[in-house]
C-alpha cells in the first residue's frame, strides 16, 4: 500500500490509503469503455456503392415531392435525409452529402443536422433495432431490468448487433410513451405487446420478459415471410400526395393564406385619463407590431386622431375631455389586429400629496 500526501489540494495535510497497487497513478478508462461507445470507426461507402440506391426513378419522384412543398430547397432537408436512410438503411457521409446537394446547403450543415437528431443512423444496425427508452418514468419501471433480459436473450452488449444481422439493441431517451413504461420500439413502431400478429402498444401495457419474448417470436416469423428485408414503407408514415406543391410552384394548386387568417395580437388594456393637459392614453401592445393607430369615436364614428411610435408608453389626445371614448388597432406588417376594447376617458386621480389638507406651519 502506497501512502499520497496533499493529494487533494483543498485539504491540507491530508493522508489517503491507496489500495489499487503499487502505482498511485493509473490510467483512467477512455470515454469508449466507461460510456459504451466501444464501436471501431465506420467503414464509409463510396458515391459509387450507394450511387445505384439514390439515383432510382422511385427517389428521384419522392425528392421532387418534398422539394415542391418548400419555397427554399433547405426546408425539406429533414425529409430527404431520411429517405436517403430509408433507402440505404443508415446514413454514410457520401449519402449526406448527396442530401446536402439536393437540398442547396452545405455538406457541414447537413452533416449537423443529421447527428442532432437520434432518428437518423450513422451505422449500420440490424434488421429490427430494437429502443429501449431509458428516461425518467421507464427508469422508474423497470427499464434497466428489461433492457438487462433482452441483451442476454439475445447475447448482446451496447452497441452489438447478433450475428445473423438480425437485431440491434440502443438505449434512447424518452419515447413519450410514458404510461407504458417501460416502453420499446421495433424500428419504428411502438411495441409492447403482440396480438393478432401484430406489434401493438395499447394503453397501460407495459413491456414484459414475457411480452417481450413474444416480441422476438414476432421478429424471427416477420424474418421467415420476409427473408429478404422488410416490405417497403410510405416514408415518413405516409405523406399525403397531390398536393400540387408549395404556392408558386409549377402546377401548385395551393393558395396563399389569407392575411386575416391569423391577425397579430390586439393592443390590450387601453386606459384614457383626463387633465388639464388633454387625455392621455397607456396602453399593452405586443413586440412584434409594425405600427400603432389611436382612434376616437366622434358622434359615432371612429376616427383617427394619431399614430404612436409603437415603443412609445403614452398618447395624448390635447381635445380630449371626461367620456370620449378611445379604441386603439395593431398593425404587423400586411396584418391589421381586432380593434382593442373601447376606453372611455375618465378624471385622472389627484396626486396623494395634493389631496391631503394644507396646515400652516408655525414660525
Same mark, same amino acid.
Given at each position: ?34 460510456? $459504451? ?25 419522392? /425528392?421532387? +415531392? ?18 436517403? %436512410? ?7 457521409? #457520401? ?5 446536402? +446537394?439536393? @437540398?442547396? @446547403?452545405?455538406? !457541414? ?18 434488421? *429490427? ?6 428516461? /425518467?418514468?421507464?427508469?422508474?419501471? $423497470? ?16 452497441? #452489438?448487433?447478433?450475428?445473423? $444481422?438480425? *437485431?440491434?439493441? /440502443? ?26 400478429? #401484430?406489434? /401493438? ?36 408514415? $405516409?405523406?399525403?400526395?397531390?398536393? &400540387? ?11 396563399? %393564406? ?10 390590450? +388594456? ?13 396602453? =399593452?401592445?405586443?413586440?412584434? @407590431? ?9 358622434? &359615432? ?13 403614452? *398618447? ?28 372611455? !376617458? ?13 396646515? !400652516?406651519? =408655525?414660525?
Amino acid at each position: 500500500m502506497s501512502i499520497i500526501k496533499g493529494a487533494i489540494q483543498d485539504v491540507a495535510n491530508n493522508t489517503l490509503a491507496y489500495t489499487h497497487g503499487a502505482n498511485p497513478v493509473e490510467t483512467l478508462p477512455s470515454p469508449a469503455e466507461q460510456f $459504451g461507445h466501444a464501436n471501431p470507426i465506420q467503414k464509409q461507402p463510396t458515391w459509387a456503392e450507394i450511387a445505384p440506391k439514390l439515383e432510382t426513378a422511385a427517389i428521384k419522384a419522392r /425528392v421532387a +415531392d418534398m422539394l415542391s412543398r418548400y419555397p427554399v430547397k433547405q426546408g425539406a432537408l429533414l425529409e430527404v435525409l431520411w429517405i436517403a %436512410q430509408d433507402a440505404i438503411g443508415w446514413l454514410p457521409h #457520401e449519402a449526406i452529402r448527396w442530401a446536402a +446537394d439536393v @437540398c442547396a @446547403c452545405s455538406p !457541414a450543415h447537413a452533416y449537423g443536422v443529421s447527428t442532432f437528431y437520434t432518428m437518423y443512423k450513422h451505422v449500420p444496425t440490424g434488421r *429490427f433495432l430494437l429502443q429501449f427508452c431509458h428516461n /425518467v418514468s421507464c427508469h422508474l419501471r $423497470g427499464a434497466e431490468s428489461m433492457l438487462e433480459y433482452a441483451r442476454k436473450s439475445l447475447n448482446l452488449k451496447p452497441g #452489438e448487433t447478433t450475428p445473423d $444481422g438480425l *437485431f440491434t439493441i /440502443v438505449e434512447v431517451e424518452c419515447l413519450a410513451a410514458c404510461g407504458n413504461a417501460p416502453a420499446m420500439l421495433v424500428n419504428d413502431d411502438y411495441a409492447t405487446d403482440v396480438e393478432n400478429g #401484430e406489434l /401493438v402498444m395499447k394503453p397501460g401495457v407495459c413491456l414484459t420478459p414475457e411480452r417481450f419474448d413474444k416480441i422476438l417470436q414476432w421478429c424471427y416469423a416477420r424474418e421467415e415471410k420476409f427473408p429478404n428485408a422488410e416490405p417497403p414503407r410510405e416514408v415518413l408514415g $405516409g405523406v399525403v400526395k397531390g398536393h &400540387g406543391g408549395h404556392p408558386g410552384a409549377p402546377g401548385a394548386t395551393a393558395k396563399p %393564406q389569407n392575411p386575416t387568417y391569423a391577425p397579430p395580437a390586439p393592443v390590450l +388594456d387601453v386606459v384614457a385619463l383626463v387633465d388639464e393637459n388633454g387625455a392621455t392614453l397607456t396602453w =399593452k401592445s405586443a413586440p412584434e @407590431c409594425t405600427e400603432l393607430s389611436v382612434e376616437k369615436n366622434m358622434n &359615432g364614428s371612429w376616427t383617427e386622431v394619431g399614430k404612436p411610435g409603437v415603443k412609445d408608453k403614452t *398618447f395624448v389626445d390635447a381635445s380630449g375631455k371626461i367620456g370620449d371614448e378611445y379604441r386603439m388597432i395593431a398593425t404587423s406588417g400586411t396584418r391589421t389586429a381586432k380593434p382593442s376594447p373601447v376606453s372611455k !376617458a375618465k378624471a385622472a386621480p389627484l396626486p396623494e400629496d395634493s389631496a391631503a389638507p394644507v396646515t !400652516a406651519k =408655525k414660525v
